[in-house]
């Protein structure tokens, strides 16, 4: 169904056709506190009539991913959307659901993280969880948000998988903005979206403990099979692609996106809106013959080392567009892709910190930016691109 929708409508829509997926088993739960600018999802969700399913209201973000544990652990696909300082909020709850591998849900609505207040995007918000259990994609558009909201169930659910996902996408950018979209139907996501099976769920007739105290070697155990699992998503996710192409008759792009990089002497790399202004930017300048492309990140947990490295072969100059900060560092995509080409002597990779705070990323400011990586001889100090 095609329909001029906003990125949080879409994201609604997604969510609830997902729960009601799984009426046939043990239905859904959400935990629900609005937060600009992810209120429109939770208003939505409210006002879906789930089959077997149910919208919980809290009075903190906390107890909303407290609800989705709570859910989980009892077998039913569970969901929430946050942003900024809810997320925040969240974060001790966060952590819990990765590390109780519990298949939940979250899209994050990125939001800077204050004081002092600001309610436009960045990406602070979802990235200090980079360090939790948890899968992360972060997404272009409003089709993409839809897709790959679909795709972190699949995957999420996988008994190879078995841990959260995050699904981010710019707030306002994409949360507020209309744009066509197909909405997958019911009868499409059910063919999609096997019922939700918790191999650890409780049950009454096997009473356990969940989560309570363990020695030294037991958490570290835990820790190496949480990374094996880290390790099988990539492999998972295109599975899920092919199977999701099968379904709706569309292929969603997959951990990453690599365009124009054959014979390319400088690469961009970038995510969420930042990619399609980016894109347009590089399409503009291969025309005049400039051979620069570009490489979208869509799955930052696990980060796609391989793929990576594997798009950015032969590549003299990388520039990193980064739409957050870690203090005394720099951003945080350009400190994963640096890892990522260690060893590599003949490349350079630099930082542009870009967008901070909802700045607007246009395709002039790129521009400057490729200029400025393609003067380059070595890697500096990260690059601020400051707004005004």
Known sequence: MKALVTGNHAAGH???????????????????????????????????????????????????MAVCIGASMNGARAFTASSANGLAYMVEN???AGYLRLPIVLVAVNRTLGPPWNIWVDQGDSLMFRDAAWIQ?????????????????????????????????????????????????QVQVDRFLPPCHVPHRLRVEHPATIGG????????????????????????????????????????DGAIRA?????????????????????????????????????????????????????LKGVRRVGVLDRNHSPGSGGVFWGEVAATLQGRGDVVVQD????????????????????DLHRREGSAEPVWQEVG
């Open 259 to 311: 365009d124009h990089v054959d014979g390319a002497e400088d690469v961009l790399v970038a995510c969420n809106t930042m990619a399609r202004t980016a894109r347009r930017c590089i399409e503009a300048r291969r025309e005049q013959g400039d051979p620069v492309g570009l490489v979208k990140i869509k799955l930052f947990r696990p980060f796609p080392r391989d793929a990576m490295r594997t798009a």
């Open 137 to 185: 994609f972060y997404t272009e558009s409003h089709q993409d948000l839809v897709d790959t909201i679909l795709l972190a169930f699949r995957v999420a659910e996988d008994p190879r998988v078995m841990l959260p996902a995050c699904v981010a996408m710019d707030g306002f950018v994409v949360s507020h903005t209309l744009m066509g979209v197909e909405l997958p139907d």
């Open 14 to 64: 997604a969510l609830a056709a997902c729960g009601e997926a799984n009426r046939s088993a043990r239905g859904c739960a959400a935990g629900a506190y609005p937060i600009t600018p992810q209120t429109e999802i939770i208003e939505f969700l409210r006002a879906f009539n789930f089959s077997r399913g149910r919208v919980v209201p809290v009075e903190s973000e906390h107890s909303a």
């Open 352 to 371: 542009y910190i870009v967008g901070l705070a909802g700045g607007d990323v246009t395709p002039e400011l790129l521009g400057t930016i490729a200029d």
């Open 213 to 252: 105290l363990t020695w030294p070697r037991e958490s570290e155990h835990q820790r190496r099979r949480i990374q094996d699992a880290m390790e099988r998503v990539p492999q998972v996710l295109e599975e899920a692609r092919d199977e999701f192409e099968a379904v709706f008759g569309r292929r969603p």
């Open 94 to 96: 966060v952590f819990a």
